[in-house]
């Protein structure tokens, strides 16, 4: 995709622009000679402007060279904006709306290259149903005295537009090297004609401007390269990139396939509220607003999780939402403050029947976007073949550390000794307070996986039964005290996946919410106020109430779990960040 320019200086641009008029409409392109080529719309990253780019560049060869000044800075930007401002008051003058209402479309770029993919070099289809109309950006232009290529795309596809000024009405050519620039919307219309070199055109009669760009795109070459940019200006990143606008289309497919999957097994979507009087469901900062006529604080969910399980209660047996939570927390390429999971929740069910479903559901969202269960991940090769291995925390530890926990019993201790021995062994930067701060030997074995297994998990792994102290909703495992029938799913030592066989009984859920909140305010009671104001976990956590009644109405046996949707489609899309996946992440304002 290319377009010609001339090495111009911006200052005889705007000289141009300033005194041409319409019966003279070869101001651009009638005097000069293109002398070399900007390609237009790559994905490779930096930022700068066609015109800008033809105002700075010196001519290969020529004399007096000097370095290029940034083309993205506001002058170039508000200099090109200025030129496009007056081709729409030359386009109103003279008749036309820059700015259509509608245009009658009979087929994407797409379906042309499929019908006409056995039309010859060189031929023209020219019967009566083989005039089309398309509409779509232009994102290259080439043009060559009486002859001009413009490269349009549209959402499925790209398609040339091959235009001849003998071909066209009255001075529409003219106004096609003139008043066309690339980034505006077209529409076009014609017949179907495939070039001696093999492209696929649909050789104008007509086009129309649908909508006049007065921003400049990123050229080809450099692109945009600002990260920051990329994600503050997600419209520009799709249009330069196209390969970002496929992950969309892949995160899109990767959540109906979710819906597919679940609704075929008889789980029934439902609402719950973003708004609650109490941030329930996990341990996490919550954002707090103010409802004016309530009078009362009211808190952004940190989960789905409670008000599903009141579905349970009030008689639903499978239920789930995908939805939007919202976590007061930091930022990573991990984190980002509003995520996107599933939850569900099956009565009548425990832990083993939602590892059989989560398995499920990555397999056939891997098939239905890569069409394989073999994927590449940042150069990691991932297997998603069933069945995936499954093996309790404490054999996890014990075959990384050599620590075996069941050997501890309730002597905290002893096992902090030994873990902080074992473990500073060819371990330089071992956070030893995160252990010498730990209230159990449950919190313990925890913070030991977290710390040495977690980051070794690259194949899927369901990681069984975690110690009770940090599980306060999931029900005691049936065999072994101190430990619940909860499991995680690890990919590339990210966790994927959290469930459990859920707690069901609502004097024990009471006693574990109560104590969870005894144990953060007492960590909070001992910080300083300075360092609550730096510590994210120098928050508020209060019991939901009407949570723990609904549970006194009776809850069935039943298995819940959570899966993070935007972490499944980095993995499925081979994206190193939860930004590249969320087309508009939580950014600082800029002043």
């Not at 509608?102 to 056995?118: C, V």
């Not at 008043?179 to 004609?193: E, N, P, R, T």
Request: glycine share 6%; proline share 4%; with cysteine.
């Amino acid at each position: 995709m290319e377009v010609a320019l001339h090495p111009m200086r911006l200052k005889q641009l705007l000289h141009f622009a300033a005194s041409s008029k319409p019966n003279n409409p070869h101001f651009l392109f009638g005097r000069f000679r293109p002398s070399f080529i900007v390609r237009c719309c790559s994905s490779s990253p930096s930022s700068t402007t066609a015109a800008a780019a033809a105002a700075t560049t010196p001519v290969p060869g020529g004399r007096n060279r000097r370095p290029s000044s940034s083309t993205n800075s506001t002058s170039d930007r508000e200099a090109v904006r200025a030129i496009r401002i007056k081709k729409v008051q030359e386009l109103r003058s003279n008749g036309f709306d820059p700015y259509a209402y509608k245009w009658e479309r009979t087929h994407t770029a797409n379906e042309l290259q499929n019908i006409y993919q056995n039309l010859g070099n060189g031929e023209e289809s020219t019967s009566e149903s083989d005039h089309v109309s398309i509409a779509g950006r232009i994102v290259a232009r080439r043009a060559f005295g009486k002859l001009a290529f413009l490269t349009l795309r549209d959402d499925s596809g790209t398609i040339q537009l091959y235009c001849e000024k003998e071909r066209l009405l009255s001075d529409q050519f003219d106004h096609l090297k003139t008043l066309v620039d690339i980034g505006d919307i077209l529409g076009a219309k014609g017949s179907i004609k495939r070039t001696e070199k093999g492209e696929l055109s649909v050789y104008l009669t007509s086009f129309s401007i649908l909508t006049k760009s007065l921003l400049p795109l990123p050229d080809k070459y450099h692109g945009l390269t600002d990260i920051d940019k990329r994600y503050r200006q997600r419209y520009v990143d799709m249009i330069a990139n196209p390969e970002v606008a496929d992950t969309f289309r892949k995160r899109a497919k990767i959540i109906s396939e979710i819906r597919k999957t679940v609704e075929s097994a008889g789980f029934i979507e439902v609402e719950t509220p973003v708004l609650q009087g109490a941030a329930g469901g996990a341990e996490a900062r919550p954002f707090i607003t103010y409802h004016n006529s309530l009078g009362q604080d009211l808190y952004l969910r940190i989960a789905t999780e409670l008000h599903l399980k009141r579905m349970l209660v009030g008689g639903f047996e499978k239920v789930y939402e995908i939805g939007r939570i919202f976590r007061n927390e930091g930022l990573s390429t991990r984190h980002n403050p509003e995520f996107t999971t599933i939850e569900m929740y099956e009565a009548y069910s425990d832990y083993e029947s939602m590892m059989n479903m989560t398995e499920e559901i990555v397999t056939r969202c891997a098939i239905a976007v890569n069409g394989k269960l073999t994927l590449d991940y940042q150069g990691v090769e991932i297997c998603l073949e069933k069945p995936w291995r499954r093996e309790t925390m404490h054999n996890l530890v014990k075959e990384a550390t050599g620590i075996d926990f069941n050997e501890f019993g309730d002597d905290l201790a002893t096992a902090k000794e030994a873990v902080l021995q074992k473990l500073e062994v060819g371990r330089d930067n071992l956070n030893k307070s995160s252990i010498q701060s730990c209230s159990s030997i449950g919190h313990m074995l925890n913070e030991v996986f977290e710390l040495a297994v977690e980051p070794q998990l690259l194949q899927p792994t369901f990681v069984l039964d975690y110690p009770i102290e940090v599980s306060p909703l999931a029900k005691p495992h049936r065999r072994h005290a101190g430990l619940t029938e909860r499991f995680e799913l690890f990919v590339c030592g990210r966790e994927m996946a959290n469930a459990f066989s859920e707690l069901t009984d609502p004097l024990d859920q009471r006693a574990r919410l109560e104590e969870q909140v005894r144990q953060h305010n007492k960590k909070n009671a001992a910080k300083t106020s300075s360092e609550k104001v730096e510590d994210e976990d120098a928050y508020n956590v209060t019991l939901d109430e009407d949570f723990l009644t609904a549970l006194e109405y009776g809850m069935p046996p039943a298995s819940g779990m959570g899966l993070g949707i935007d972490r499944l489609v980095m993995l499925l899309t081979n994206s190193a960040s939860i930004r590249d996946v969320i087309a508009f992440p939580v950014l600082k304002t800029q002043q």
